[in-house]
């Protein structure tokens, strides 16, 4: 069984400041994560994975996200926000294998707004 | 070149009709999905084909039959549609095994608004 909890659902930066994005993530299995972000009225966009490699990934557009085992967290942050990434942000587990289970469940999404 | 492509983009119907949404990948994957994003952007997934073999099978009403007649794609029919199908509909692909990368690929989605 697997399940993600993102922490808010609605988070507000100024341009130029921390955009920290909260994921815990539960799983029977050693798990694969992922971040993607969907900009208004388009699909999914991969931002960044952890396939247990190396702990801190780092992603397109500037973030990046850290493999917390002992906290099972996989929060996604970038050092200075930009308008452009006001987007939905959803994190995302999946078991490590494949096998007959390919199974990604997302979490609920956190809508990022970017003031100027 | 599209990696992950579906028509129609939006879809208008009345109650009781029946109608297809078609999901097409270029990118050689060998497995694809179909997931449903409800009205608060939630989510989740209702079905799962690897190598023209059902996979997932979400709890979904028998209204919703896919086909995958090749690797590259894969449909969604859904009979007697119903106020609650409207959503939107995303299709997406990977590519799992022992050569796989695991990561979801995403098509546009395809709006489905019942009256």
């Known amino acids: 069984a697997q399940s993600v909890t993102q922490l808010g659902s609605h988070v507000s930066v100024s341009e130029g400041a921390l955009v920290l994005l909260r994921c815990n993530y539960s799983s029977s299995v050693p798990p694969y994560l992922f971040w993607y972000v969907q900009y208004p009225n388009q699909g999914l966009q991969l931002l960044l994975k952890?396939?247990?490699?190396?702990?801190l990934v780092k992603g397109i557009n500037g973030f990046e996200a850290e493999f917390k085992k002992s906290e099972t967290s996989f929060h996604l942050t970038k050092p200075s926000a930009h308008m452009s990434d006001a987007a939905e942000y959803f994190c995302a587990v999946r078991p490590n294998s494949g096998g007959s289970n390919y199974k990604l469940t997302f979490g609920k999404g956190t809508l990022l707004t970017v003031n100027p | 070149d599209t990696a992950v492509s579906q028509t129609p983009k939006y879809l208008v119907t009345q109650m009781g009709n029946d109608k297809s949404i078609k999901c097409e990948q270029n990118?050689?994957?060998?497995?694809m999905y179909w997931y449903k994003q409800d009205s608060k952007k939630f989510l989740k997934i209702m079905f799962s084909y690897n190598n023209k073999e059902l996979i997932i099978n979400e709890t979904v009403p028998n209204r919703f039959s896919p086909k995958s007649p090749d690797k590259a794609h894969l449909n969604l029919h859904i009979n007697s549609l119903e106020l609650g199908d409207s959503a939107v509909y995303f299709c997406a692909s990977s590519q799992e095994g022992r050569r796989g990368s695991y990561e979801q690929y995403f098509g546009p989605g395809t709006r489905l608004t019942v009256t």
């Open positions: 952890y396939t247990s490699a190396a702990t």
């Open positions: 990118l050689g994957h060998d497995t």
